[in-house]
């Protein structure tokens, strides 16, 4: 079983509408959750972090996380052709040294 | 600039030969990070170091594969005696702490002919 699990997509969503990303986790040590943005050809690029349960804001962007049912999610309004991307979700553990493992990325293809 | 830096962005060698690849971190960060992702994979973790010191490895990190920080600033990951498996996308990232996020470098694409 992986440690995070996406799945890989792709999700498409017209334009304007609300991209929603799932993710789950098997290690209930995980602390905090991550989502990344990542063009093709290109690095990862950070969108938003969460490590208490419940949703944090952050402009079009709301992530969300459930630590007693092992799921995070990305909420994405008003989606945008320029959201079209692969998004990672990455948690890590605190305790010892901070590993951050990564999931395979779910695709989305927002259409004009 | 003062985001993660790598070099070269692109190396193309052939089987057998060694590579290496240069991180710099952004500057007040004391943790580095190495991945490798391969195309439709997430990034792979393989070591960390805080300051200079090595602190963890993954299981991938073979014995042809060593990283340095010497300075506790930029980082080198050498690859000995390539494989075609090797091929991928080598990403370095920065952060300064626990929980503190990581920021990742433009990555160097590497080929093994």
């Known amino acids: 079983q992986k440690e995070v699990e996406q799945n890989s997509g792709p999700l498409s969503v017209p334009e304007g509408a609300i991209a929603s990303l799932n993710c789950t986790y098997s290690d209930r040590g995980s602390q905090s959750f991550f989502w990344y943005r990542q063009y093709s050809g290109k690095s990862p690029e950070l969108i938003m972090f969460?490590?208490?349960?419940g949703d944090k804001e952050d402009g079009r962007f709301t992530a969300q996380l459930n630590k007693a049912s092992q799921y995070v999610s990305l909420l994405i309004r008003d989606s945008q052709p320029s959201d079209s991307a692969t998004y990672l979700c990455a948690g890590t553990s605190i305790g010892g040294y901070q590993k951050v493992t990564f999931g395979t990325g779910t695709k989305l293809q927002v259409i004009p | 600039d003062t985001g993660v830096s790598q070099n070269p962005r692109h190396k193309i060698t052939k089987r057998g030969q060694n590579v290496t690849f240069r991180c710099d971190p952004i500057s007040e960060h004391n943790r580095l990070y190495w991945y490798r992702q391969t195309l439709g994979q997430g990034p792979e973790f393989l070591t960390y170091f805080q300051n200079e010191a090595q602190l963890e490895k993954s299981r991938l990190l073979s014995d042809r594969f060593s990283a340095e920080r010497p300075k506790g600033s930029f980082s080198t990951l050498e690859i000995q005696r390539t494989e075609q498996g090797d091929s991928a996308m080598y990403l370095c990232?920065?952060?300064?702490?626990?929980?503190?996020?990581?920021?990742f470098g433009p990555g160097t694409r590497l080929l093994v002919l």
């Open positions: 990232a920065s952060g300064r702490g626990p929980q503190e996020t990581q920021y």
């Open positions: 969460i490590y208490s349960n």
